[in-house]
């Protein structure tokens, strides 16, 4: 079984919360100290407390999917400040080391000011979505994204000594470095998607000239981690692979066959 752990440590979230409706609803704005409440359609592991910031365990259909529920340490919030804790959510126990959070763990504002907070994907982790004070404010719903893309939100002012949470979920996927493409770069594809690219080669080379002097032109190939596939074809398929793999797609011209 998964647990939570408190912060400054990231934490796993099990696989079984994929099976949830999480999908992405219209972003909502939060406007400074509006008590907030939890999305009904959103679901969160999650529960906010002023003075204890505590994860409640999941239940997926009547069973426990976590345990060992812990408490974050007392925090002290000065009458000239607001606090924000920063977790990061994964679902997956063996990729929790790459999306990134900045800054994460517990925050402290000057009264007045608000806190950006940038979720960013990285190797085998896509950024999906994040909540704060158990509302959605940012949504990623997509199947893959370029590596780096980073995601901002600014939680604005809060009122003085008051205590809040950030909870930023990632998802496990394989990575894809792709090239002669319409969109070349390095992607991070979700676990279970597939990935379609499109050559960018431009005008086809002429091969050769026969002996009746007509001219033979090259036609596309693909390479899939240096094996040939997709010949002739001018956008090709990358099957879903093993999340936490890295493959290579490239396209490029080729006088066999022609």
Known sequence: MFSFEVLPKRVAYPVAIESMS?????????????GMSESANVPSPSSVLAEALTLRPL???????NEAISEAPSVAVGNQSWQ????????TSTLQTNGVVSPSGIQTVAN???????ATTRQYSLFNYALVDGQQVL??????????TAHNFTVPAQASGTVHQAVFFFRACWEIAVSGSTADGT???LAGQTYTATQNLGSAPICYYDVQNHSHY?????????NAVGYGQSSYTVPAQTAGTSHTLSCQWTCSGV
């Open 218 to 226: 090259s036609t596309y190939q693909w390479y899939l981690d240096g």
């Open 22 to 34: 999480y999908s992405a609803s219209a972003t909502t704005a939060l406007t400074a100290n509006e």
């Open 187 to 189: 992607y991070e594809v």
């Open 112 to 118: 007045g000011s608000t806190e950006t907070i940038a």
């Open 139 to 148: 949504s990623n719903a997509v199947n893959f994204e370029l590596i780096n």
């Open 59 to 65: 239940v997926s259909e009547g069973s426990l999917v």
């Open 84 to 91: 924000i804790n920063v977790l990061i959510v994964y679902d």
